[in-house]
T-cell receptor, first 113, second 113 residues
Framework: EAGVAQSPRYKIIEKRQSVAFWCNPISGHATLYWYQQILGQGPKLLIQFQNNGVVDDSQLPKDRFSAERLKGVDSTLKIQPAKLEDSAVYLC???????????FGPGTRLTVT | GENVEQHPSTLSVQEGDSAVIKCTYSDSASNYFPWYKQELGKRPQLIIDIRSNVGEKKDQRIAVTLNKTAKHFSLHITETQPEDSAVYFCAATSSGSARQLTFGSGTQLTVLP
């Protein structure tokens, strides 16, 4: 089966600019996750979707980050405006249900200058 | 929320020796503990997991042990090979309905030939 797809793979922007990331989960996976992985750290969950509904976004900095999964399939994560500390790899993961193994995408490496 | 601590942060072993990575968690209701391997620039991949109703699980050269009373779990890799070199992350699932994964900070394992 095809894996989790993400784009772009790399993005460099200046602080205060905006950026958007896209994720296409594995077909049939109802649960979708966005993680932020800062260099040298483990992934930190930003938001979790179940189909097109948000299950948990308690760690999402809502003043600048937003995410949607309108049709319950693809998802986008947006940052506006970006800060230097947002430099990280943004990983998307999906699972058949929230009780199943999570499969990660290749990530988007964001550099904010 | 859940807090996962992982030790050591770096580990070097000679090829053929064993490697052990340890994690502790804070939420006594956590019941699922996966381990992920992340090679440089690549996505995290699940290598083994254990649920709270089991004390030990083994898959070829990899084993995981869980001590629920002490709230710690460990990854054991025997007969290490150079291709085992990577960053390893432990994680624990929270007890809430969202079943979020909280990751440890990672262990950089280097297997010396």
């Amino acid at each position: 089966e095809a894996g989790v797809a993400q784009s772009p793979r790399y993005k460099i922007i200046e602080k205060r600019q905006s950026v958007a990331f896209w994720c296409n989960p594995i077909s049939g996976h109802a649960t979708l996750y966005w993680y932020q992985q800062i260099l040298g750290q483990g992934p930190k969950l930003l938001i979790q979707f179940q189909n097109n509904g948000v299950v948990d976004d308690s760690q999402l900095p809502k003043d600048r980050f937003s995410a949607e999964r309108l049709k319950g399939v693809d998802s986008t994560l947006k940052i506006q405006p970006a800060k230097l500390e947002d430099s990280a790899v943004y990983l998307c993961a999906s699972s058949f249900s929230n009780r199943d193994e999570q499969y990660f995408g290749p990530g988007t490496r964001l550099t904010v200058t | 929320g859940e807090n996962v601590e992982q030790h050591p942060s770096t580990l070097s072993v000679q090829e053929g020796d064993s490697a052990v990575i340890k994690c502790t968690y804070s939420d006594s209701a956590s019941n699922y503990f996966p381990w992920y391997k992340q090679e440089l620039g690549k996505r995290p991949q699940l290598i083994i997991d254990i649920r709270s109703n089991v004390g030990e699980k083994k898959d070829q050269r990899i084993a995981v042990t869980l001590n629920k009373t002490a709230k710690h779990f460990s990854l054991h890799i025997t007969e290490t090979q150079p291709e085992d070199s990577a960053v390893y992350f432990c994680a624990a699932t929270s007890s809430g309905s969202a079943r979020q994964l909280t990751f440890g900070s990672g262990t950089q394992l280097t297997v010396l030939p």
